[in-house]
């Protein structure tokens, strides 16, 4: 991958993008493809396959062989109705992974709202905080993840669009045209970290498909995503495996919970392509080595057009 050990701080511009981590400069001249290893027995898609520490620290293996840009470990299940996980539990699961997911030569990223979980994954030397709450979350101590991560000074961001909370969010989705409030939501927070001395270039932006938002409302996020580019940040897409993809593509989402993972990739991976093709530099998938394939297809299209995306 085209992503180099970080010298100096890389600055969002018009014609390139780097996203800057603990680590390294992402190049997002290229779109790149996040792999998910999830260390949960309950994730709505993969729960359990991975929960032990030996098939998880495989599965990063297995990522990264097929193609993985970058890899993001969350030890928690944000579905709806999840339990929440205690920190000193997330800390078992995920510190073992992330300690030698760091060794692989790619961006690591966290998938965590809890700021001890933070600072503790940042202490081993990962490059990305990926957080659906947008570093809101205070944990009993008064410490904020925003505090965690403008006083680290390199680890890179994501901050995510969430409505209510994932015990109630689809209980009580969004109304209204979800896109203006989905921008203002980002803008603000992205704003709110840029005062508190966070580079630009250290953050990107998700607008969270499947937190609180209806099939219709996740699909007019993708049909509209150009207009979360507008606040210049990197858009990373998180569509895999999501219900809402099972809602356009099933007869029925009475199976939905429990529809095979098999039957959720092509989807998925079209879903990936779409977020690209809108403008996506970072694709969040649980299928590595069939949207680095779908994504290679894309770029010679592109180039075959005299673009290089």
């Given at each position: 991958?085209?992503?180099?050990?970080?010298?100096?701080?890389?600055?969002?511009?018009?014609?390139?993008?780097?996203?800057?981590?603990?680590?390294?400069?992402?190049?997002?001249?290229?779109?790149?493809?996040?792999?998910?290893?999830n260390?949960?027995?309950?994730?709505?898609s993969?729960?359990?396959?991975?929960?032990?520490?030996?098939?998880?620290?495989?599965?990063?293996?297995?990522?990264?062989?097929?193609?993985a840009?970058?890899?993001?470990?969350?030890g928690?299940?944000?579905?709806?109705?999840?339990?929440?996980?205690?920190?000193?539990e997330?800390?078992?699961?995920?510190?073992?992974?992330?300690?030698?997911?760091?060794?692989?030569?790619?961006?690591?990223?966290?998938?965590?709202?809890?700021?001890?979980?933070?600072?503790?994954?940042?202490?081993?030397?990962?490059?990305?905080?990926?957080?659906?709450?947008?570093?809101?979350?205070?944990?009993?101590?008064?410490?904020?993840?925003?505090?965690v991560?403008?006083?680290?000074?390199?680890?890179g961001?994501?901050?995510?669009?969430?409505?209510?909370?994932?015990?109630?969010?689809?209980?009580?989705p969004?109304?209204g045209?979800?896109v203006?409030?989905?921008?203002?939501?980002?803008?603000?927070?992205?704003?709110?970290?840029?005062?508190?001395?966070?580079?630009?270039?250290?953050i990107?932006?998700?607008p969270?498909i499947?937190?609180?938002?209806?099939?219709?409302?996740?699909?007019?996020?993708?049909?509209?995503?150009?207009?979360?580019?507008?606040?210049?940040?990197?858009?990373?897409?998180?569509?895999?495996?999501?219900?809402?993809l099972?809602?356009?593509?099933?007869n029925?989402?009475?199976?939905?919970?429990?529809?095979?993972?098999?039957?959720?990739?092509?989807?998925?991976?079209?879903a990936?392509?779409l977020?690209?093709?809108?403008?996506?530099?970072?694709?969040?998938?649980?299928?590595?080595?069939?949207?680095?394939?779908?994504l290679?297809?894309?770029?010679?299209?592109q180039?075959?057009?005299?673009?290089?995306?």
């Amino acid at each position: 991958m085209q992503a180099e050990p970080l010298g100096s701080v890389f600055v969002c511009t018009i014609d390139t993008m780097n996203w800057a981590t603990s680590r390294f400069s992402i190049d997002l001249s290229q779109p790149r493809v996040m792999g998910i290893v999830n260390v949960t027995p309950d994730s709505f898609s993969d729960g359990g396959h991975f929960s032990q520490t030996s098939s998880a620290l495989a599965h990063c293996d297995n990522l990264v062989a097929q193609g993985a840009d970058i890899l993001d470990i969350g030890g928690e299940s944000t579905r709806p109705n999840a339990a929440v996980v205690p920190v000193e539990e997330e800390l078992a699961r995920v510190l073992p992974v992330v300690r030698h997911a760091v060794t692989l030569g790619v961006p690591v990223s966290v998938d965590t709202y809890k700021p001890a979980v933070m600072q503790a994954v940042l202490d081993l030397g990962a490059d990305i905080i990926n957080d659906v709450w947008a570093l809101r979350w205070q944990g009993e101590d008064g410490l904020s993840g925003q505090e965690v991560v403008v006083r680290h000074g390199r680890c890179g961001v994501c901050l995510m669009h969430m409505h209510r909370e994932p015990q109630t969010m689809q209980a009580a989705p969004m109304q209204g045209d979800v896109v203006p409030q989905v921008l203002s939501f980002l803008k603000q927070h992205a704003q709110d970290l840029c005062g508190l001395g966070v580079e630009k270039a250290r953050i990107s932006i998700d607008p969270g498909i499947g937190f609180g938002k209806t099939v219709e409302q996740n699909f007019r996020l993708l049909a509209r995503q150009s207009e979360l580019l507008t606040l210049g940040f990197p858009v990373l897409a998180g569509w895999s495996r999501k219900s809402s993809l099972v809602a356009v593509t099933q007869n029925s989402l009475a199976n939905a919970a429990t529809l095979d993972r098999h039957e959720r990739m092509v989807p998925s991976v079209a879903a990936a392509v779409l977020a690209v093709e809108r403008g996506a530099r970072v694709v969040r998938v649980h299928d590595v080595k069939e949207t680095v394939q779908a994504l290679k297809v894309w770029r010679a299209m592109q180039a075959a057009l005299g673009n290089n995306p």
